[in-house]
């Protein structure tokens, strides 16, 4: 049976998806307040009993200490690439409240797009993907490939307990490669496919220059002062340019590849409208445009800096300690403890002998991530996007960081492809998130197609172009 | 009647005297906190209430809109410098309560010193104060000067309406000296006189790189974040040393005299074993002691400085504003409006073009305060610690300001001779303030020795001396 047969089936079926996709979004699942765990639980409840309706095997509950993940499979295609499908069932908060034109969780239709928390991020595409996968069993009772559906409840809050739940669960999630609904679409026309994200390292770090806070007029100009102590700290960090500034730091980068260049060139991407639009002026590695410095660049940030009286009015205060929470978004290539390490290196060099620097360990971090242009994966997004669209998919690194991608990547080998079908316009996080219909059709025709292009290969195949991709 | 005899009055009365000073140390007068207005009324009753007593004439309540000060005068010595008498009845507040041995405001004595809060600052001199011209008037009949008592309500919430009741009060206070309570001494052993104090300008200023925080994700690498511009504006304040580095700024100071540096050199003070002492290292302007920079030369200290995520954990986001609280502490000889405007200049020097500064106008300031040192205050404080120790008085300055002596001398021409008999370790503004009974007895001493010394001089030969000292 051809493939059209199954997105004929979905488009056919639109009004019952939707309806299904509009229960889901009446479900309160914000994962981060504690007075949502009803939600939370009914979101599970609801997918728990779709995927078994729809005949995934093997359905449960993925506890890694938090709120679980949902897991169901379907392994009846022998010989074929397994496949984890990615989603995500938990949204952000909706406050604030008043700022909605119709609640958050009373999904509503206007001009062409669905209203609620989470239609965007990414309950519609997860919708895609779960009916996807439905269609194929409803019409052909198989799947083109086996599929481990994988649903986390924890994406919205960072992702505490997934480490937890991939080590704990890690041969039941062993599959050739990952798709996922999340990760949206770059642009409304032309056709992208995420190929990268850069990763994180934070750290926060203290000095401090006496034993306590001192007055300035009995101690003011014989005394070193924490804040003055810091600024200096951070102003060495980049040059007047904005390039980081550290010795040895961007020339010890894996050069980027003219390979690398060159497809982000073919992104129309307007670097200086993209920065004015939020009253900001371009500024940074000199060598680079915009679009790089985003992508194919790592970013020294300085996320936080505090140090003595931040309050109303004022206190003759010589502030004894100086704080800053700092964050490297790294790139392929880079490994997060040697930077970290290196960001050390560096503080503990400008920091003056006689103030004491402290450095906390860092807490969060995820490697940065690269999927290669011919991964199999790709090359079969690649061809469904072309047909779908008439135009060449371009493809696109990420300046953000996707702790998912490289949770998979380091635990189980598993690289994923981000097929999710938002737009960047769509206020996710924000009141008012919306998800186009529009979206919605595209996705329910593209996801089939890429199942079916993907089970082209034998699950011998697909690990052999991996293997020469590597 | 020699003035032995008014000094053994005081002395042999000196359970009296303490008694008195217990019932003013009982009444909580904390000017700070709204819940304490009971206690600061309860203050000016006794205030009022033991003036009159002691035959002070135009007793009454100076108020400028917010604690009212206490006056009274005593105008019988016709021919004579007339001298303010300055003391505050307010005190700081008693927090940490169960930090204190026992209650605040339960005075106790113990070891020879007397605890309760606003012992030493300034409730114990300024009884001293009171107590001299009290038996003047009781032995004698008559005060060898003409005294105005000022008494005010607000100089632990720096003084907020003292401008508008020196404006508004300008002809009952015209005097030809003030001679202060408050101002402690320096020393145990080694008398002082305080003879300059700082001045100090402070402002706060903000960057703006954005109209919003951005998500360092996606646009980390390509925009400016403010704190770093905030921080390189910092650090260029100051050079590695701890000079101040604006250009011009030092170099256009006015010239130290080697008599001030001599007189510097005179008080016994181990600058290292100071900063040492709360765990700082000595930082500062080359070329000068410890004790010179910190009252010689002035000082730039940012009081607090913050900007972007400050809270708990990471948020990956590039700041889009950032805040600084500057202060100057300044000499004599340098002007207030200039100075800031110095600053205000050197800021927006260093700011790029495309981040945005704005700096808030001076909210508070006082000129720097000095005292000549043939001042016939100066010149009667020096012959009475003389006879009183059998040392020579040291002239010193104070790093900090006194916001209260600019204001006087500005608004009325009147110059202030500190001589209070607090010493430094007195635990002011903290738990277990206490203030020692021998300090009680020496204050008890001095004080009236200084009043008979000035009345030595006719006001015309007080204002003629002055004159030649400007």
Known sequence: MHIDAIVDDLLC????ILERLCAFLRIPSVST??????????????????????????????????????????????????LLVYGHYDVQPPEPLDAWVTPPFEPTIRDGRLYARGASDVKGSTAIALETIAAFLKVRNACPVNVKVFLEGEEETNSPSLRAIVERYGDLLQADGMISADGARAHPEIPTINVASRGIVEFEFSVRTADKDLHSGRYG????????????????????????????????LPSVSVEARTETAKFLFDGVAFVKDVGAQTHGEPGFSVREQLTLRPALDVNGMW????GLGYKTVIPSTAHAKLSLRTVPGQDPDRVSDALKVHLRTVCPPDVELSIDDPETGSCAFELPAGHPLVLAAKKVLHEATGREPVLVR???SIPITAIFQELLGVRTLMFGFGLPDEDIHAPNEFFRLSSLEEGLSAWPRLLEQVGELSADEFQSIVANEQ
């Open 221 to 252: 100009g014989a005394v070193r002062n924490a804040t003055h102590e810091m600024a200096r700290i951070i102003a060495s960090l980049h040059d007047e340019q904005g390039a980081i500034a550290i010795p040895g730091f961007l020339s010890s």
């Open 33 to 82: 307040d504690p007075a949502f765990i009803g939600g939370m639980r009914d979101a599970r409840t609801f997918l728990v009993d779709w995927i078994e309706r729809m005949g995934l095997s093997d359905v449960q509950l993925l506890d890694g200490g938090g709120h679980p993940a949902v897991y169901g499979a379907w392994n009846g295609a022998p010989g074929k690439p397994t």
């Open 13 to 16: 079926r639109r009004d019952e």
């Open 307 to 310: 140090g003595g009286h931040t």
């Open 398 to 400: 990420l300046g953000a």
